[in-house]
């Protein structure tokens, strides 16, 4: 009884390990590849005489594109192992054949969304195709390669009911609207608008004139990348990372105790506590950077 | 050049398109007392995947989101899409409950574990969004659509940056990020429990199979299903709100009877196709 906790635990906080890896490398794959929210703003500028070098592969929302992606994986996996290929190389071969679709994703959409900005003389770099999309790939490989292992670990070793494949599902979903939650506002507002004040909104009206040059030359994806693996990789993967470990830390631990409702009084006091956090960031974030201007009614 | 704008939507109900859905929701569940016999068990998950279709579909009116303009600190919410987010929450929390149904845990404890799963993935999320941008960013929290935070009473005017509606997550709107995840975490669950009770009751007769070969069958036909239906309930939700909105201090808010009443409709057509799957 004992054992099967402690070999619990172990699992519950590898899946975790793996899973802020996972965050990690999602947003900077999503940054690299302008997946997210912000690619709006890649695809505006060019329309508003900002021709660029960003590369633009964004074919869905990130939550749906990392569902696709992993359940692909995972599903593969899974039909590896059917036919008693080793785990560890069933995992790596479905992963990779998940990665090679998200590069074929990523190049045809970035073809076809520079190519409808032609009539805004916006060039199809082909540099540019062939220099980001493997990059892309290579960060993809990582998240989907842990994502699937994630699941695989909740699957074969902690008894989830769900075959692998729908949990790659559940769990790409999870991430990407994790990733992108966390990751999308530190790409969006302090990289592609850096010349904006900082400590402030963009205004509506700067909308599409987002920042091409780089400390030398012109900027591409792979400078986006580099500043997203400084903070907003690391939040998602930290992110994502609580998620997998809070949820699976309160099952395996407490939900033999009270018939099921300690885990669920646990996962009360959890969101509890990141409540209490949450209020008090927001309450020194008002202390801190003060009132843009005199609440409304005050004296002059 | 400008963006075209999103069409905004009344909250208004549209009379013949409610009656419409009212009536096709009527007409299945009366079908569905004639083809199985009254109150038995399969049409007693029929009635609770619609219902739990319907807390799907209202609890992503709770969900603060804020799309690609919160991306750029342009509106409040969380930078991503409505029925993805809500998917994300939801099928966390069907996650968290598919694990209770395994262990047996019974309907009560099962949904309620799902509810809270949904609820702490949508708190983790929320509170990193509260993070990045007080710690990352410099911004504080504003709401653009009122003065004053309905639950902490902070006015809300005075910390919007020019030129922008809002930004950050203001507390009611982290709030009703975690009342949005459990309910959609509740109802994503309440409609695979119920399928599941369906399958493993019907599926050892359709496969000529006993009961415990046909657990996994059951489990997986009912996680695909459940997901299908959140995500029927969720896009459906979304439409609704067409766009961004920061939680139910939002306007947009009171739009959910309409939303109901088409997620219960379309919860029925998508359930009783699930459930004729094998009870037929």
Known sequence: MVENIVIGIGITAFAGALASVAGAAEDVESDIGSQGDPNSQVQLAPQMGYVHRIFNKAISGEPPAWGLWVALGAGLAAAFLQVNVNPILALALGCVIATLVQGVYATTAYLGRMASLAKFGQPVYIDILKSMTTVTMAHAFIAIFTSVTMCYLMNAALGHPFPLALLGLIWGIALGAAGSATGNPIYGKERQYQSQKFGAGVPVAASGTIVRYAEAGERNSLDNGWFAAKLGGPWSGICFGLIVFLELWRTVLFEPFWAGWGAIFVGLILILIFTFIDRYAEVWARETFGPYAKPEGAAK | ?280
């Not at chain 2, 400008?2 to 009379?15: A, D, I, L, R, Y």
């Not at chain 2, 303009?69 to 968290?96: E, H, K, N, W, Y």
């Not at chain 2, 439409?239 to 947009?252: A, Q, R």
């Open chain 2, 1 to 280: 050049m400008t963006v075209t704008p999103k069409p905004t939507g009344g909250v208004g109900m549209n009379p013949v398109a409610n009656a419409l859905s009212i009536v096709l929701l009527i007409a299945i569940i009366g079908a569905a007392w004639i083809l199985f016999g009254g109150y038995t068990l399969v049409f007693k998950a029929l009635i609770a995947v619609i219902l739990g279709g319907a807390l799907v579909g209202f609890g992503v009116h709770f969900v603060p989101v804020g799309g690609a303009p919160a991306a750029m600190g342009q509106s409040p919410g969380i930078a991503t899409g409505v029925a993805m987010l809500a998917a994300g929450a939801g099928l966390a929390g069907l996650f968290g409950g598919a694990f209770a149904a395994h262990a047996k845990l019974g309907l009560v404890t099962s949904v309620v574990a799902g509810g809270i799963g949904g609820a702490l993935m949508m708190a983790i999320t929320c509170l990193f969004v509260t993070l990045i941008y007080t710690y990352g960013m410099g911004i504080p929290s504003a709401s653009g659509k009122v003065k004053v935070d309905p639950i902490t009473g902070d006015t809300q005017a005075e910390y919007k940056s020019q030129g922008t509606e809002g930004h950050g997550l203001p507390f009611s709107s982290f709030a009703g990020g975690v009342i949005g995840g459990f309910l959609g975490g509740l109802g994503g669950t309440l409609i695979y429990y119920a399928l599941l009770k369906v399958y493993e009751a019907k599926l050892p007769a359709l496969l000529s199979a006993s009961a415990s070969a046909v657990v996994p069958v059951a489990v997986s036909l009912a996680g695909i299903f459940a997901i299908g239906m959140f995500l029927v309930n969720a896009v459906l939700a979304a439409y609704n709100i067409t766009g961004t909105t920061e939680g139910f201090h939002d306007p947009k808010f009171a739009r959910f009877p309409r939303a109901i009443i088409a997620t219960l409709a379309a919860s029925a057509v998508c359930g009783i196709v699930a459930i004729l799957v094998a009870a037929l």
